[in-house]
């Protein structure tokens, strides 16, 4: 059977000149946490996190929700995230909660979206709309593990605790979605700044990094 998908009507994106300097762009940064990690079949949204910078600055405007995935946290995910059942009975549901991180992208007027192998976290967002048989109009994506990847391509697989220590930047919170999205936040500005010393200063050039890393995989 043919279902229809409704499309979300938020403007998730501001557009720009590809010329625009990256000093002068605006991003929304965010994590998710889930219930697992097979997400393409049974597992859930449990919390978004996101955090604005703008002008290489990572403000104080930020989100974070719980979420209700109508069913049960597996108790290794409330142990590494600290999110218990309870603390998400009451929570709202993921079309809800979505709605609301999107109101709150769509307020910042960013000019796209930034995460830590941010696949993980576009896909949770994907699968749980569809679910409600909802789409939405997916923004400009920049992942710092490919910003890592295009710098310093011999580095070690770490997680994002190990790359935020070897470029000495914060680490908040870790395995909760505002915290991973706030030591994402202080890695980009940093990764940005390494990549304007090499000569990378606009969306153009940032565009650039993505289109590269697509066609290596």
Known sequence: MFWRKNRLPYTLSQPLQLST????MSFIVFDTETTGFAIETHDRLIEI?????????????????LINPSCEIPAHISELTSIKQHHVDNASPPLEAIQ?????????????????????????LKKELQREKYVYDPPSTFDT??????????????DLEGYANCFQTPIFERHRALGDALTTAHLF????????????KTFADLLRIKHNHLISL
């Not at 996190?49 to 929700?65: H, I, K, M, S, Y």
């Not at 593990?145 to 770490?158: A, G, H, K, Q």
């Not at 390494?194 to 000569?199: A, V, W």
Request: a negative charge.
């Open 21 to 24: 300097k990256l000093k002068d």
């Open 49 to 65: 996190g996101a955090v604005v910078v703008e002008q290489l600055n990572v403000t104080d405007q930020t989100f974070q929700t």
């Open 145 to 158: 593990f490919e910003l890592i990847d295009y710098l310093l391509p011999n580095t070690p697989n770490l």
């Open 100 to 124: 609301q991180y999107f109101q709150f992208v769509e307020a910042s007027g960013s000019n796209g979206w930034v995460g830590h192998r941010l696949q993980f976290d576009t896909t949770i």
């Open 189 to 200: 500005v940093a990764l940005i700044q390494r990549l304007e010393e090499s000569g990378i």
